[in-house]
């Protein structure tokens, strides 16, 4: 066990306890804590959770933000979540983005709804909201700060709607500053999600899934939100084999179909933090047993998709597929894997990915300096430390100078990260890829893995960084001295 | 191996084939009652964020500058995240990190705690706490909390290093108003904490650009230097906000450039302080006159030929210099390129979105040319707004009567767009992209936010070289749509 100390904390040792390096006992840091004050974090709030990683996505909704201007301003069209309903823009033409991305919708909080309380002007925006898109076969109201702290009662709200309009209409009450980062939006939204859809199912149940509909082979992909297309390679496999995916949590996915999760055979769970609530959820109480995957690298995916075969007994299906994948891809991933050799990358995601991706840099040669995650739990780490060498620095939500410390210490070739840190990493003159919503995705599945490591080659192969060591190439001190 | 043997380099998007599904059967009008913004509680689209932002903003162009957010963390990171979008920079800003103890018990200590980690380790020279919308109905007693910030600063580092820290408060809950508000603020807590008279006066010109661009200041600087005048520009992001690539960096990593805070306290000394968009730097150039008598010259934003003829001419007044011939060479090229366009420009359609200063100084640069603008849509509600624009129109003898959106939001824009029989142009920000795509016309980028193009942010619109390059942003624009065969040929 080896709990390290960075030079910038030595100020703030409370810190210490976040970061430790890989070794034969495997150590848990502390995570999951409070943020401390002014450390310059890099974390997001819990609406940032629920409004943007998990009710995002779903294409047929209306995500109704009840706050002032900004909460919802910054949620707009900005997470690659895409989808494929699109809204009519004029007679003969589609809108230029997919429905989710399109609009943004709030109550637009002013001074005297904060002292009066928001209820009524949220209850108007549901109402009109809904004669405005016709398009949309739901409404969801997330809280922020602002509604949390005034205590508006949004489920009261919700009802009222739903009950006036035969709307659907759900409540995600996650107000940022209830939980320590985004991963509390998540919880919040599985949660209050799960409840909800059952006292639906209970009040109307010609939403469930018809008997006669159903078949030994319907799955959910829970915890999959389309970055970039990822769905059009990771579907497609999982359908090959036989399955028949009903509904996904939540990417490219229509409401009515979240509404039929409990009328599955099987949930596949991928991202294991921001998901796998539900799916313990729906085993609980619906006996729908899940099983967990990555769908990143060749290993990953093909594991993914024998263990699914071996539920419903198609494996030999499995095989054939994963044979014709690897037959695609194989020669561009030798080539790919042939430049990165040897290279050093570091991660900074949320957390699951750091896990998902130490296999994919191994299979295509490189290795993973440094793993560093925002909102990580104790699994996560577990996970980590699970599939990482020896000697790997991990630190528990980062903060600006700790992840600059560390890219001078651990001297990655890369540095795959948000958009917030890329630009800090390349002043630094470490490549980047934005690992959230990808450069140039799908980075999931077999043929997402070949853009995937494209994107890491045009990282590292760049012709810009042999020029930023100046004029006389020494940096600026040679080109000071003349 | 090489590149060329490999059969796929990856799999871009016409191979996905993604297949669009339709809401709805058809297209359906949108219910006509709920089209305009005052007619509704429901915002769709909105053409600002928050206040934070502005002062976020502002914070950001000082020289060791660093925002503390006393809020959750999303108010901050979602900042951070937006002008790493539009300036494709690094955005350090501290946070208090409010949970659920603070939403309690208040975020004293959030705010004490926060300026002492942000201290010791980055030892910033100045620090804008912005309030947020959470901290503001939670009653903070914010005054009372910085001095209680300080003094646990003064314990830990000492007196004198503690002091050299200098923390201003700008009050920005959203709820009360947008970015540009903000920025407004900022503008005024700062010479209103910093600002203090000296013996004698300095001889220079304060200026505070507004939510403009790096590339703007850059040219505002340089109309500064050839009118040789020196000058304190308050919210310099040009360096900050556009750093070059160039290790080794200091470590932290530091931005360069900014405004010090030492020229801050000088401003008190100038001969006038020059606000170039009334409604975003107004309120520190209005505070100076009153309380030091610097004399406030606030006008539109320098776009185009009046807009930056006043500038100019403002500049070489309170400086009591001529304007070199540079400077009117710089003006004739201008004019010229007008000269060369019109045949294209005049009497096409326009619709001009964004913070209302841009509104008003790009619609009087339009008009210049002899467009017509159709639809106008400043994006926080202004007192000023509407008039302003009638006495532009005035000016340019414009006489149509255009659609004048004061802080609604842009589906009314959007629909009213779209019932237009023509339009031939939309200048506005990224927000403005899904419209003009969807309208099959051109847009002309200008204004915050631009994300979704490369180098907006680096060049300037402001000036009579920044004309030259809108001008021609738009001349093509027209061109490349409505001509796209070869009668260019003799432009
Ligand atoms: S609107 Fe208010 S609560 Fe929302 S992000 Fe802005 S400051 Fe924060
Ligand atoms: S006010 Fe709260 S919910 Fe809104 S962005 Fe800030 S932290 Fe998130």
Redesign the pocket.
Same mark, same amino acid.
């Given at each position: 066990m080896s709990l390290v100390r960075m030079k910038c904390n030595e100020c703030i040792p409370e810190r210490d306890k976040h970061m430790y390096v890989t070794g034969e006992e495997p150590v848990i840091p502390s995570c999951n804590i409070a943020t401390l004050p002014g450390d310059m974090t890099e974390r997001? @709030? !819990?609406? !940032?959770g629920a409004r943007g990683v998990i009710g995002g996505p779903i294409t047929d909704i209306i995500a109704m933000v009840h706050?002032p201007v900004? @909460?919802a301003w910054?949620t707009w069209g900005t997470r690659r979540h895409l989808s494929d309903q699109y809204a009519w823009a004029t007679k003969d033409r589609l809108t230029n983005v997919a429905f989710n991305r399109r609009f943004c919708v709030t109550s637009d909080m002013q001074e005297k709804d904060v002292v009066f309380g928001g209820m009524k002007k949220l209850e108007r925006a549901c109402l009109e909201a809904i004669r405005l898109f016709p398009e949309a076969k739901g409404l969801i109201i997330f809280t922020? @700060?602002?509604t949390g702290l005034i205590g508006d009662d949004v489920q009261a709200v919700a009802r009222k709607v739903e009950k006036e309009t035969g709307i659907l209409v759900f409540a995600a009450q996650s107000?940022? @500053?209830s939980g320590v980062s985004q991963s509390k939006g998540h919880h919040d939204f599985n949660t209050q999600f799960y409840r909800q859809v059952t006292e639906l199912r209970e009040r109307r149940p010609e939403l469930k899934m018809r008997e006669e509909e159903k078949t030994p082979y319907d799955v959910c992909l829970v915890g999959e939100y389309n970055m970039d297309w990822d769905l059009k390679v990771t579907r497609p496999l999982f359908e090959q084999l036989g399955l028949r995916i009903v509904s996904v949590f939540s990417g490219n996915e229509r409401i009515e179909n979240l509404v039929k999760m409990p009328d599955v055979k099987l949930n596949i769970v991928h991202c294991q933090r921001s998901a796998e609530y539900i799916a313990e959820m729906e085993k609980e109480g619906n006996g729908v047993p899940f099983i967990r995957c990555s769908l990143y690298g060749i290993h990953q995916t093909s594991k993914a998709l024998r263990e699914a075969a071996r539920f419903f007994g198609l494996e030999e299906r499995a095989e054939q597929i994963i044979t014709g994948e690897m037959a695609r891809i194989e020669k561009s991933i030798a080539f790919y894997r042939e430049k990165l050799q040897g290279k050093k990358v570091a991660i900074y995601v949320g957390g699951p990915r750091v896990w998902h991706w130490i296999k994919l840099m191994e299979e295509l040669g490189m290795t993973v300096v440094a793993g560093l995650c925002t909102f990580a739990h104790a699994d996560d780490y577990e996970k980590i430390n699970a599939k990482a060498g020896k000697g790997m620095l991990v630190i528990d939500a980062p903060n600006e100078f700790e992840i600059e410390e560390m890219l001078l210490d651990t001297k990655p070739d890369l540095f795959l990260c948000g958009m917030k840190e890329k630009h800090l990493g390349r002043k630094l003159g470490v490549p980047t890829v934005n690992s959230h919503s990808y450069e140039k995705g799908p980075y999931a599945g077999f043929a997402g893995m070949v853009n995937f490591a494209r994107d890491l080659y045009q990282g590292i192969y760049a012709p810009v960084w042999k020029f930023q060591w100046g004029l006389n190439g020494g940096g600026e001190t040679t080109d000071a001295a003349e | 191996m090489r590149l060329s043997e490999i059969p796929v380099e990856g799999i871009p998007y016409d191979q996905l084939k993604i297949e669009k599904y339709t809401c709805t059967p058809e297209y359906a009008e949108r219910p006509a009652d709920l089209i305009p913004s005052g007619a509704r509680a429901v915002v769709v689209n909105p053409n600002r964020t928050c206040m934070p932002l502005g002062a976020m903003w502002a914070t950001m162009g000082l020289h060791k500058g660093i925002p503390f957010v006393q809020?959750?963390?999303?108010?901050t990171t979602?900042v951070r995240y937006t002008f790493s979008r539009v300036f494709k920079e690094p955005a350090t800003i501290a946070t208090a990190s409010?949970h659920e103890d603070a939403a309690v018990f208040g975020g004293r200590r959030n705010l004490i705690e926060g300026i002492r980690n942000l201290v010791v380790r980055y030892r910033p020279e100045v620090i804008g706490i912005c309030t947020?919308?959470?901290s503001e109905i939670i009653g903070d007693d914010m005054v009372s909390n910085i001095k209680a910030a300080k003094a646990k600063l003064r314990e830990e580092i000492g007196r004198e290093a503690a002091d050299a820290v200098d923390i201003v408060l700008i009050n920005t809950p959203s709820f009360a108003g947008s970015h540009v508000e903000g920025y407004d603020r900022a503008s005024r807590a700062f010479v209103e904490t910093l600002a203090t008279r000296q013996t004698g006066p300095n001889h220079k010109v304060n200026i505070i650009p507004g939510l403009l661009y790096p590339g703007d200041i850059r040219e505002i600087k340089h109309l500064l230097r050839h009118m040789g005048v020196e000058g304190i520009t308050l919210f310099d992001i040009s360096d900050p906000f556009d750093a070059p690539l160039r290790p080794p960096q200091k470590f932290p990593y530091e931005p360069p450039g900014g405004t010090t805070a030492t020229e801050i306290r000088d401003m008190a000394n100038s001969l006038a302080t020059m606000a170039l968009q009334p409604h975003a730097g107004q309120a520190g150039a209005r505070y100076l006159e009153r309380k030091y008598g610097v004399r406030a010259l606030v006008g539109q934003t320098p776009v185009g030929v009046q807009g930056t003829d006043d500038f100019i001419r403002g500049l070489s007044e309170v400086a009591g210099l001529p304007v070199p011939e540079d400077l009117l060479d710089e003006r004739g090229r201008l004019v010229d390129s007008l000269a060369d366009t019109f045949h294209h420009t005049m009497m096409k359609k326009v619709a001009v979105m964004g913070d209302p200063d841009v509104v008003l100084s790009v619609t009087r640069f339009v008009l210049e040319m002899g467009m017509e603008p159709v639809a106008l849509a400043g994006s926080s509600v202004s007192k000023t707004f509407v008039h302003s624009l009638r006495e532009i129109f005035e000016e340019g003898e414009f006489t149509g009567d255009p659609l004048v959106i004061n802080g609604g939001d842009l589906f009314e824009f959007e629909e009213y767009l779209k019932k237009l029989s023509r339009l031939d142009l939309v200048i506005g920000n990224s927000k403005a992209v899904d419209i003009a795509k969807e309208l099959q016309i051109p847009l002309v980028r200008v204004g915050f936010p631009i994300y979704d193009r490369f180098g907006y942010q680096k060049r300037a619109i402001v000036g009579y070289r920044g004309g030259e390059i809108l001008l021609a942003d738009i001349v093509n624009s027209i061109l490349g749509y409505q001509y796209p065969d070869d009668r260019t040929h003799q432009l």
């Open positions: 997001g @709030c !819990a609406f !940032a706050s900004g @909460c910054y922020t @700060c602002t107000p940022g @500053c | 809020g959750a963390q999303g108010c979602y409010f947020t919308c959470s």
